[in-house]
């Protein structure tokens, strides 16, 4: 099986700077697309970033200028750098994998159980 484990949100003021991470682990053959969705309260979850293996990148409009996605393909890892934060950008975050596994070479979806990134003074 494969897990996807996203660390480092938490509350920050208005302007102020988040990094997230989230790291893959299992029986990974590879990894295709590695993304972050967010859900807001009362709101559906929405794609924010994805980035393809070769390090294309694609943004909600609402995040372009202000939100980095990266990764580490030797790490299975991926990240989010998020600056200029408001409180519109209070939601539980999600990352997302696109999983070849050794035993299933067959492209799966994988989800982190989320972390909740706040917005506030």
């Known amino acids: 099986q494969v897990q996807l484990v996203e660390s480092g949100g938490g509350l920050v003021q208005p302007g102020g700077s988040l990094r997230l991470s989230c790291a893959a682990s299992?029986?990974?053959?590879?990894?295709?697309?590695m993304g972050w969705y967010r859900q807001a309260p009362g709101k559906e979850r929405e794609l924010v970033a994805d980035?393809?293996?070769?390090?294309?990148?694609n943004y909600a409009d609402s995040v372009k200028g202000r939100f980095t996605i990266s990764r580490d393909n030797a790490k299975n890892t991926v990240y989010l750098q998020m600056n200029s934060l408001n409180p519109e950008d209070t939601a539980v975050y999600y990352c997302?994998?696109?999983?070849?596994?050794?035993?299933?070479?067959?492209?799966?979806?994988?989800w982190g159980q989320g972390t909740q990134v706040t917005v506030s003074s």
């Open positions: 299992g029986s990974i053959f590879s990894i295709n697309v």
């Open positions: 997302s994998a696109e999983v070849r596994t050794i035993i299933r070479l067959g492209l799966t979806v994988y």
């Open positions: 980035i393809t293996s070769g390090g294309s990148t």
